[in-house]
């Protein structure tokens, strides 16, 4: 039987053998990539439509990418940051400047940006805002997702993410997503931020109706507030802009980055500010071994000057419009609700027909890998470097699951 010497099979069961299941994957075994095309183990190929959570956003093995790191692999990995190395200065002038702030702080996966931003905010209540010590809090929204630590699951509202893992880190408060009169009625005396994804990925793609942001950004201005804006997913070319914000004009006071800024090769994320927030720590009161490292430096500056060029996210504009009419074209056939902004699309199925996870491993068995979320959601997310004909592909594979 041809079934027998496929090498997936084997695969996926040593996978789960030997692994913790913290992950239900797609019984997809990948051993190459190039592009928005992955290829698996038994030779078999998919388009990529869901781009590592956006850390793909360039596509896997971006050349230019791929020569630094082989260059910096040659050269220097790991200084830690008890001396300076050379890739260090440009890295961090060239980020803060595609930023338009003055300082960055660079760590390696999206939590511990997360992380170093309630951090930096706590210690901005206390020595800038002279909240009483203690009492900093920080106001989250319901549906948030920020990542995986004791103290940022504390604050989750997927009962998933967060039930048995307390004692939780207290200093938070949950208000709805979107709900701007909640926000703003949660702020006492000891608010020292207000932290929010400017799009909910993992909720689904949920966009802020229009005029939260801008209206989120005055509150905080007038409250003495920081607004922290989680671009970990929606960054860096995702939307259509360079951030997220950037659609309504926003500037928040501290950007949260990861996933494609390490260009899908290595763990790099950074919290970028001005120097009246960033610059109250002082050493010794943060840090990471890993954090702001050669190879990741080397990778990330690259990605920055891609970024710098703005080809990126005008395809991501201009490719996403032919996302949103292909999938808005499937809605009353088996979609009952569409959101996209940029080659960013959640869409609901009609729970009638299937399950999220089910349109998922159709679409793999059709050549397209993409992942469900909640039920009945599933994010379409391919890296920027897709063409108009392999959107037109991924929407005619979605056409022909839904209709059966
Ligand atoms: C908005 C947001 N913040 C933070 C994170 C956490 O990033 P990481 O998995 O690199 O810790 C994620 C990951 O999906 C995310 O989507």
Sequence with gaps: MIEDMLRTPSAVRDAERYTAHNYHPLPVVISSAEG???????????LDCLAGYSALNFGHRHPTLVRAAHEQLDRLTLTSRAFIHDQFADFCRELAALCGKDLVLPMNTGAEAVETGIKVAR?????????????ANIIVADGNFHGRTTTIVSFSTDDDARADFGPYTPGFTVVPYGDLAALEAAIDENTVAVLLEPIQGEQGVVLPPEGYLPGVRRVCTDRNVLFIADEIQSGLGRTGRTFACDHEGVVPDMYLLGKALGGGIVPVSAVAADADVLGVLRPGQHGSTFGGNPLACAVATEVVRLLATGEFQRRSAELGERLRAGLEGLLGSGLVAVRVRGLWAGVDIDPALMTGRQACERLMDRGVLAKDTHGSTIRLAPPLVITSDEIDHAVAQVAAVLAG
Excluded at 129 to 134: L, N, Q, R, S
Aim: aromatic fraction near 16%.
């Design 36 to 46: 928005a095309w992955l290829t698996d183990v038994d030779g078999r190929r998919y």
């Design 123 to 135: 210690k901005w209540g206390y020595q800038v805002k002279k909240v009483t010590p203690g009492q």
